[in-house]
């Protein structure tokens, strides 16, 4: 089955620390993402990246920023952690060049802000 | 651009009744369509896909078909188990363009009983 991981599962912070949220995947993945899943299940796009060094925002707009510097690994960053980033965030990658290769997504973090 | 509207839940079945989750979609051309599964807690799975009109996906007893001419791409299964309960997203990956980006739909949820 996939393997990428998210790191932490849960997360419940106060308002104002920075927070960086783990994903890693062990595919070799040229693509990853980041969403947001609100409480009604609906899934937002914020980041994406189509390899090292490259990074788009995506749909919904988002204050979290992100990096690529290493194939494996994609953090989402928030730098001042408020009320309303509280959601589950969930990462995800799949292979470059075809339009079927499906996207393989972690189990997600719950982040709680105070 | 690109839309995924499929049925709106909740919905609830008693074990081994009949479902079926409609999806329609509008986009150009002939894109990739997927169905993707949520268990409680964890992140999406891919349960199946298909990549041309008239094709069939199938997994764990679920069918899909990919209607060109309906636009659409109807989640179904004979007989559902308990272990189904689960929110279930519909999605297409365009042809060309966009990267290949997923555009899901809102995802419905399933509450099967005993």
């Known amino acids: 089955e996939a393997d990428i991981y998210q790191t932490p599962r849960y997360l419940v912070i106060g308002t104002g620390k920075k927070i960086t949220l783990e994903c890693s995947q062990t595919?070799?993945?040229?693509?990853m993402y980041w969403y947001q899943q609100d409480p009604g299940m609906e899934l937002h796009l914020i980041h994406y990246?189509?390899?090292?060094?490259?990074?788009e925002k995506g749909d919904l707009s988002s204050e979290s920023t992100v990096s690529r510097i290493r194939t494996e690994h994609f953090p989402l960053t928030l730098e001042s952690a408020r009320p309303s980033h509280t959601s589950q965030y969930l990462c995800a990658s799949s292979e470059g060049g075809y339009s079927n290769q499906p996207q393989h997504f972690g189990d997600g973090t719950r982040l709680s802000i105070l | 651009g690109d839309s995924v509207t499929q049925m709106e839940g909740p919905v609830t079945l008693s074990e081994e009744a009949f479902l079926t989750i409609n999806c329609t979609y509008t986009a150009t051309g002939y894109p990739s369509l997927f169905w993707y599964v949520q268990y409680p807690g964890e992140g999406l799975q891919l349960l199946l896909k298909a990549t041309k009109a008239d094709d069939k996906g199938s997994n764990k007893g679920f069918e899909a078909t990919y209607r060109k001419e309906t636009t659409s791409f109807h989640l179904e299964k004979g007989s559902v188990q308990v272990s189904d309960s689960a929110v279930y997203f519909c999605a297409l990956s365009p042809l060309r363009g966009s990267n290949y980006k997923l555009t899901f739909g809102k995802g419905t949820l399933l509450t099967v009983n005993p």
């Open positions: 990246s189509y390899g090292v060094n490259s990074t």
């Open positions: 595919m070799g993945h040229d693509k």
